[in-house]
């Protein structure tokens, strides 16, 4: 089954709180992504990932921090948490070459 | 760097009536072009995409072409269904040329079709 699965769906924090979210794909992409999104701007890259250890900043690395130790597993992080990066944030992969990036549902992040 | 614009939204329509979403692009290189479909509480899907110039995509009967000269791809369909509501985003996917790269979104074009 083609599914890239988020963990967790839902997360509230206090600010300063460290922020972990957790990432997995079935499908053995080597590439894999995050994202924010946020009204009227879209879905904005935050880190890209071509493979194991070979993470790269996107468009907007600053607060944020990944870890990809695993093919199949890629994480955010967010140490001391601010109420500014209270987002939906989603994950996705693709198949190196291929460009089809395949979504996972969504983690709610808010941050008091 | 490469870039993507597309239609302000919110676009509201009537069910029944015709929808145009402009996509336009900014590239050095000869990417595949794709549109996705993002439904409320999911992440975006692929509606289709189209890998080479003046090739037409369609899916769930939304289709575009893929103009190279005037660096468009704007999605349309005939007759929209209240189904259809959702946020629609215009992309470029990788290069032909290869390497690696990031992929560029425009900022999303919301539909919402009134029964």
């Known amino acids: ?7 967790p769906r839902y997360l ?3 600010m300063g709180e460290n922020v972990l979210l957790e ?3 079935d499908m053995s992409h080597e590439t894999m992504y995050w994202y924010r999104q946020d009204p ?3 879905l904005q890259l935050i880190y890209i990932s071509y493979d194991v250890d070979s993470n790269s900043e996107g468009d907007i690395p600053k607060g944020y921090r990944v870890s990809r130790k695993k093919r199949e597993h890629f994480s955010l992080i967010l140490d001391s948490a601010k109420t500014n990066q209270t987002s939906v944030y989603f994950c996705a992969s693709s198949r190196d070459r291929e460009g089809q990036l395949y979504f996972g549902e969504g983690s709610k992040l808010t941050v008091l | 760097g490469d870039s993507v614009t597309q239609t302000e939204g919110p676009v509201t329509l009537s069910e029944g009536t015709s929808l145009t979403v402009n996509c336009s692009y900014e590239t050095k290189q000869y990417p595949t072009l794709f549109w996705y479909v993002q439904y409320p509480g999911e992440g975006p899907q ?3 995409k189209v890998p080479k110039a003046n090739e037409k ?7 575009a072409t893929y103009n190279k000269e005037a660096t468009s791809f704007h999605l349309q369909k005939a007759s929209v269904q209240e189904s259809d509501s959702a946020v629609y985003y ?3 996917g990788p290069p032909s040329s290869g390497g ?6 425009g900022k999303g074009t919301s539909l919402v079709v009134h029964p």
């Open chain 2, 100 to 105: 690696n790269y990031k992929p560029t979104f």
């Open chain 2, 57 to 63: 995509g369609s899916n769930r009967g939304f289709e």
């Open chain 1, 1 to 7: 089954d083609m599914k890239v699965t988020q963990m």
């Open chain 2, 46 to 48: 692929l509606l289709f």
């Open chain 2, 90 to 92: 215009c992309a470029l």
């Open chain 1, 40 to 42: 009227g701007l879209g």
């Open chain 1, 23 to 25: 990432c997995g794909q």
């Open chain 1, 12 to 14: 509230i924090k206090r």
